[in-house]
């Protein structure tokens, strides 16, 4: 069980702040009472939920690239954290085969800065790597989710960018963290949904940006079979991790983080919840654009973490769906809202 009250006064810098889980997760800490840096490019969308939370006046944002490596090892010297969570990177998987060197770059000499700032820097006793569910060799084998000692090598380039992420972490940790210094871990999360993705080629950004247009939604693989959880739930192991790991190197490996068999559905049943939740005759269509290989089935085992942490899923589908349909009638209605929004779904996801 995670005890935020240990984060209190701890020193914690978050890569990716800007983005929808880092927004989140600074969120989460920041109540919890952390000193919360965070290095990221400016916020990837507009409108985007780092500007809407307002969470910037409670935390040190630095706007940074995690491609400069001398910009980086400069926050690390000022700050001295404590705890890294490490989640800046080039995210879709679509815009991986527009801009494959920049994604590389990105997700693969972005996670040997950070590591290489960790490594020369004595305050970091807790630092994890987050990558993705699209890390493992897939097959599109029916039914088969994937664990944590099966292949790494991702299809295309984000999720092999994010596969070779997973490496050089493997090769820091074996290589320069055997002293006991400082812990090292990788979490692999499935696909995060909740309030306030504004990403391109995302399915509920998409849902939304539809209900703002008066459109139908489109959907383009609406077979596909995902991991699909709530924001929170990803979010709140990670943070469990970085506790554990930080007073008992035991709790450091290579986990994966995803709903229970229960929740992993396809896009056309998850957009089809989606259209029930909502109501107004909401409806979605198939248009299969002819895009770039996708798998078409994605699973994981998430047996490891709640073996190791007691840890399992608080929201299901259904409540998940009900959240960003909470969320999203706030954003419609009041932005100046969304803060205090952000904030009781914080505390309902707790009481679980």
């Known amino acids: 069980m995670l005890d935020l009250s240990f984060y209190k006064g701890k020193k914690v810098l978050v890569t990716g702040h800007t983005g929808f889980k880092g927004t989140w997760l600074c969120k989460i800490l920041v109540n919890a009472g952390a000193k919360v840096t965070g290095y990221s490019l400016d916020a990837p969308t507009n409108p985007n939920i780092f500007t809407l939370s307002k969470i910037e006046e409670s ?36 815009d991986s085969y527009k801009e494959p060197k920049y994604t590389y770059e990105t997700n693969v000499l972005g996670t040997v800065n950070i590591l290489e700032c960790v490594r020369l820097t004595d ?14 060799q897939n097959d599109d084998i029916p039914n088969h989710p994937f664990k944590e000692d099966e292949p790494l090598d991702g299809y295309d380039p984000y999720s092999n960018s994010k ?32 309030g306030g993705d504004f990403a391109n080629d995302r399915i509920i950004p998409d849902c939304v940006r539809a209900i703002e247009g008066n459109k139908d939604i ?12 709530h924001v929170l739930e990803p979010l709140y192991i990670y943070l469990e991790i970085c506790e554990k790991q930080y007073k008992d190197r035991k709790y450091e490996g290579y986990y994966n983080v995803g709903p229970d068999d229960c929740d992993c559905v396809n896009t056309g049943d998850l957009v089809t919840k989606f259209c029930n939740a909502w109501g107004n005759n909401l409806k979605w269509i198939n248009k299969y654009d002819g895009g770039p290989h996708e798998a078409a089935f994605l699973k994981l085992d998430n047996t490891k973490i709640k073996n190791v942490f007691g840890w399992k899923p608080r929201w299901h589908i259904d409540e998940t769906i009900a959240k960003i349909v909470e969320w999203t009638k706030v954003y419609l209605n009041n932005k100046d809202d969304i803060s205090k929004e952000m904030d009781k779904e914080i505390k309902e996801f707790i009481k679980v």
């Open 218 to 229: 489109i959907v383009r693989n609406p077979h596909s079979t995902r991991p699909y959880q």
């Open 163 to 194: 596969s070779c992420s997973e490496l050089v972490t493997h090769s820091y940790k074996k290589s320069f963290f055997t002293d006991g210094r400082c812990a090292i871990s990788t979490a692999r999360a499935g696909n995060v949904i909740g």
């Open 59 to 94: 935390m040190n944002s630095i706007i940074g690239d995690i491609r400069d490596y001398e910009h980086l090892k400069r926050v690390f010297d000022d700050v001295k954290p404590e705890i890294v969570l490490h989640l800046a990177a080039q995210p879709i998987v679509r």
């Open 123 to 136: 305050s970091v006793k807790s630092f994890l790597n987050v990558t993705t569910d699209k890390v493992y």
